[in-house]
């Protein structure tokens, strides 16, 4: 007789929850892969079996390396105040409140700059002739 085994899930503290790679870490990773394959093959001229294959291992550690190094995306959002939490109870305020600020902006003064005297108007008016 088979003894009926039950599996538990782990614990959530006991997972570790790995983020999925991004689409720029994707394909740096992959266009880097491709691009020092074919420059290391066309480089080294080799046409040896353990010839490619270190030259498809160290393209590959060079595609990993360079996907780990692109600079992952911030979550964004709003900045909230956190409440503080009530002694007696224990518990925060229903809901938090977003952080405003105000900003003044000065207003926009045009900058004067010296004209070069080869540009500076003349001290004689230009007479044209008129139509007669």
Do not use: W
Request: proline content about 11%; hydrophobic content about 40%; overall charge positive.
């Amino acid at each position: 007789m088979q003894a009926n085994r039950v599996e538990t899930a782990p614990a959530s503290e006991d997972t570790i929850a790995m983020p999925r790679p991004t689409v720029a870490q994707l394909t740096y990773g992959s266009c880097t892969v491709i691009f020092s394959t074919l420059a290391m093959l066309l480089l080294s001229q080799t046409s040896s079996g353990p010839g490619i294959a270190v030259v498809v291992v160290a393209a590959v550690a060079l595609g990993v390396l360079v996907s780990m190094t692109v600079p992952t995306p911030r979550p964004s959002g709003t900045v909230v105040a956190r409440s503080r939490t009530s002694a007696s109870t224990g518990t925060a305020a229903s809901r938090p409140q977003p952080l405003t600020a105000s900003v003044t902006v000065p207003a926009h003064t045009p900058v004067q700059t010296p004209v070069p005297a080869s540009v500076a108007p003349a001290s004689e008016p230009v007479r044209e002739r008129t139509a007669s």
